[in-house]
């Protein structure tokens, strides 16, 4: 059941796609609670747990920590930051009680979980205006349904999208690019795409090309494809100041750019140097800026990430401007303590300052609003401008889609990556905890970068990683300019690695399976033990093992050097520890604690009991991929039936029966399917 409550004069921001009816009186559970702000609090009693808040630093019981809806161009992924790139207000509480509430505010929010008080949680807006959505049920994952089906369906992206994916911030031209492409297939890595950052366009302009870097671009985008390689470019939020550069000078001619109190284009600087944000939040402005992403596409190219969309601000200019004058005048002068520490906040802060962005402003449906009011909502309609755009200029193909920043109902026109991480293991374990809490959100396409992003890698580090990510709906390497390359054939242990990659290809059919069940029914890809054991009092307290679909609980090794590490098993289990896709040994697990070794080849995941995972053969890239003659691990005590879903992975035609077979394996091992026929050799575990 859901109640919604309204705070204010909310804005618009079309994160619900469901009309519920308002209530009046008082709200359940939240108490209002006394204070300048709008403010909420309640009573934590020891037993409860808060699960939510989509991307954020910690862990996946959010307890314990003030976190902040705030979306920050953050690359320190660290303990004591409050806020990441995105905004996603939907928590739920269970224990004593049972129930979930969506805050659609898009200015700051603050959700002191445990921090201020152990015992009290208190979620304060800055602004007083909101929409509060309250839900009751009787678990985590019925009142996750319920906000699902209240925000709408998630983002669903080509199939292709679900191989292998390359990208490093440095490849400046075709020739590296085609490099890329020629060290994976001649060394048989799979691999379905690559990726093109900032490098490719001319000055950093969106929607332009470097033609001297990449003179033959529409040629390369063509050969790679035929190769079953796709180049995905980035898309970033700052468009460049610069005359004679159409997109810029057709923006400010139909006054579709953010605009200062004196309504002149607010001037920023990103990488290109002067930057204007385009308004995203002004529907005729949308619909323009969208309508860009055309020129890629007509030159054949299939999916776009879209960066930079916080909005990140390196500097405002009158900002930059004061802040050098200031400086200036302290040439000659001792720089004590207060001076300096002066000297250093005015540099610190010149960068993504919540000041500035009370000096901008959106033409809305409801006026014209300061940046500060709405700047949750930019990287969500940046992303929204794109996915509307795609729908008009190629309505029945998929395009895959994702951002840096997000705001819930985003998830409907795109998913994510996590942003800059480092090359930690701790971040390796950050990203994993963070699946879950995005489903909640309903943001199932995701994927940290892989090996990190920021910092020097290490082969074990990478080799962990991928094995860790081998479920990650989105699996991409990704890393920064300057840092080590760690393309996955520039390491000694290349075999490792490729049949790492391997066992991915061959967990493709499973794994689209889920993650299009998950999307279509809005449940959760990714689940914490807790959501589904419900009654193992232990379970929640084991957050680096995630569910992975219906049938598999994966437990990666997140600790350099480990040999193997403690798994905990809420019930029996099938292990399978795999070295590739053909090698594997197995073993049953009685529920409880045990250590299982993992050599650095080796990775382990375990079938659930009355439970089957379908494996195909693999191959080289995703359409290489075989179903007609599959494999099933199964573990049955009594019957073991699995829903398959699969359909032509690019079209939208998600609801025909006939994309989905039931398969049932009996105790004795006989296989039975409905639905299209399936040849599937069973092995027992
Ligand atoms: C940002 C992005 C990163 C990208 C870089 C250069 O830091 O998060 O992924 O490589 O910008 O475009």
């Not at 709008?38 to 989509?54: A, K, T």
């Not at 001297?212 to 040629?219: A, G, K, V």
């Not at 697990?589 to 650095?600: N, R, V």
Request: hydrophobic share 35%; net charge negative.
């Amino acid at each position: 059941m859901v109640q919604k409550y309204k705070f204010g004069n909310p804005f618009r921001t079309d994160a619900v796609v469901r009309e519920v009816a308002l209530c009046e009186g008082e709200m359940p559970y939240m108490k209002k609670a006394d204070g300048e702000k709008l403010s909420f609090s309640y009573h934590l009693e020891q037993e409860d747990e808060v699960y939510g808040l989509g991307e954020n630093v910690r862990g996946i019981n959010k307890r314990g920590w003030e976190y902040r809806s705030c979306c920050m161009d953050e690359p320190n992924h660290v303990e004591d930051k409050r806020s990441l790139y995105a905004s996603h207000n939907f928590f739920v509480v269970r224990g004593k009680k049972c129930f979930g509430v969506f805050l659609d505010a898009p200015g700051i929010v603050t959700f002191d979980i445990g921090y201020t008080h152990l015992d009290e949680m208190r979620v304060t807006l800055e602004e007083p205006d909101a929409m509060v959505y309250v839900f009751e049920g009787d678990s985590v994952l019925e009142i996750v349904k319920e906000f699902r089906v209240l925000v709408g369906r998630s983002y669903i992206p080509p199939k292709w999208a679900f191989g292998y994916q390359q990208s490093r911030w440095s490849y400046m031209t075709e020739d590296e690019i085609y490099e890329v492409a020629r060290m994976y297939r001649d060394n048989h890595f799979p691999l379905d795409s690559i990726y093109l950052d900032i490098d490719y366009m001319e000055r950093y302009k969106d929607f332009t090309i470097d033609r001297e870097r990449m003179p033959h671009f529409e040629e390369m985008v063509e050969n790679l494809k035929k190769e079953h390689i796709r180049v995905v470019p980035i898309i970033d939020a700052g468009v460049k100041v610069e005359e004679g550069y159409s997109v810029y000078e057709e923006g400010v001619e139909k006054g579709y750019f953010c605009k200062d109190k004196e309504g002149k284009e607010f001037v920023v600087g990103v990488w290109p140097g002067q930057v204007h944000f385009p308004d995203v939040l002004n529907k005729d402005a949308r619909e323009w800026f969208g309508n860009h992403y055309k020129f890629l596409i007509d030159k054949g190219v299939e999916g776009f990430w879209n960066d930079m969309n916080e909005p990140a601000i390196f500097y405002a200019q009158d900002r930059l401007d004061s802040t050098i004058d200031e400086i200036a005048s302290l040439k000659g002068q001792n720089l004590d303590l207060s001076i300096f520490h002066k000297f250093m906040g005015k540099v610190m802060g010149l960068s993504n300052n919540t000041e500035d962005y009370k000096k901008f402003y959106h033409e809305t449906e409801s006026g014209r609003l300061s940046h500060d009011k709405v700047h949750n909502l930019f990287g969500y309609n940046m992303t929204r401008a794109a996915g509307e755009a795609f729908e008009r200029i190629c309505p029945d193909k998929r395009i895959l889609m994702f951002s840096r920043s997000s705001y819930v109902g985003m998830h409907r026109y795109g998913g994510i990556w996590m942003g800059d991480n480092k090359s930690w293991w701790q971040h390796m374990l950050l990203n994993f905890k963070m699946q879950p809490s995005l489903n909640m959100m309903g943001i199932l396409y995701t994927g940290g970068d892989i090996g990190g992003f920021g910092a020097d890698t290490t082969e074990d580090l990478v080799i962990r990683w991928t094995q860790m990510a081998l479920f990650a709906p989105l699996m991409r390497n990704h890393s920064a300019l300057g840092t080590r390359v760690q393309e996955v054939y520039r390491f000694d242990n290349q075999d490792i690695l490729r049949n790492i990659l391997g066992i991915r290809y061959g967990l493709l059919p499973y794994l689209y399976s889920e993650f299009m069940k998950a999307a279509l029914r809005d449940e959760m890809y990714y689940k914490p033990l807790a959501f589904e054991y419900t009654q193992d009092a232990y379970v929640s307290q084991v957050e680096d093992q995630l569910l992975a679909g219906d049938s598999v609980m994966t437990a990666p090794v997140f600790v350099q050097n480990a040999k193997g590490r403690y798994v905990y098993l809420p019930e029996e289990m099938a292990m399978v520890r795999m070295r590739s896709l053909d090698d594997y040994d197995t073993r049953r697990y009685p529920a409880g604690h045990h250590y299982i070794e993992a050599g650095l080849g080796e990775t382990l995941l375990f079938v659930r009991r009355n439970k089957m995972l379908i494996l195909s053969k693999g191959g080289e890239y995703t359409e290489e991929v075989k179903t007609d003659s599959m494999k099933a691990l199964a573990f049955v005590e009594d019957k073991a039936v699995y829903e398959w879903y699969d359909d032509d992975g690019m079209g939208k035609d998600y609801s025909n029966p006939e994309n989905i077979r039931k398969i049932t394996i009996s105790a004795d091992g006989s296989c039975t399917c409905e639905g299209k026929p399936v040849n599937l050799e069973v092995e027992m575990l």
